[in-house]
């Protein structure tokens, strides 16, 4: 892109799905070290992270409708990454052991993108903004 400033910049919404689509491809970039985009790798973190979550918890963990999460499990139970238990009424969804194995490279990806764009942008303002983004999202829901 130029560095002519756009006449949307002053627009909230505008200037958030720009910086949504350069993360988005930053984070593709970093975690196709482990074999994965990026939503499978949060989903994987998180999975990997507490085994036998439920699919709604992993919903407002992500903060991804529940439709959303099951098509991201079906493809990640696909490839032999995670795996759907029945327990009564619930569905849990536990990591295999190649997910287990994916680990290490998912968060050496995740640090690699953090430290490429703390780089760009500084450390302490990485935080901040990361901060005050989430903030944001958080007020507006």
Do not use: H
């Not at 006449?7 to 491809?25: D, E, I, V």
């Not at 953090?114 to 958080?138: C, D, F, H, P, V």
């Amino acid at each position: 892109m130029g560095t002519e400033k756009s006449p949307y910049c002053n627009c909230l919404y505008y200037s958030a799905n720009a910086l949504s689509r350069l993360m988005t491809r930053m984070a593709d970039e970093e975690f196709a070290l482990a074999g994965v985009s990026s939503s499978y790798a949060f989903l994987l973190m998180t999975v990997n992270g507490q085994p036998g979550i439920q699919p709604k918890e992993i919903s407002q963990k992500m903060q991804l409708t529940p439709s959303t999460v099951t098509r991201l499990v079906e493809k990640m139970e696909a490839r032999g990454l995670l795996e759907r238990k029945s327990s009564g009424r619930a569905t849990e969804v536990y990591p295999t052991e190649k997910s287990q194995e994916l680990q290490p490279r998912i968060q050496e990806a995740w640090q690699n993108l953090y430290r490429r764009y703390a780089n760009i942008l500084g450390e302490k303002a990485s935080q901040a903004l990361t901060s005050a983004i989430y903030e944001a999202s958080r007020l507006l829901e």
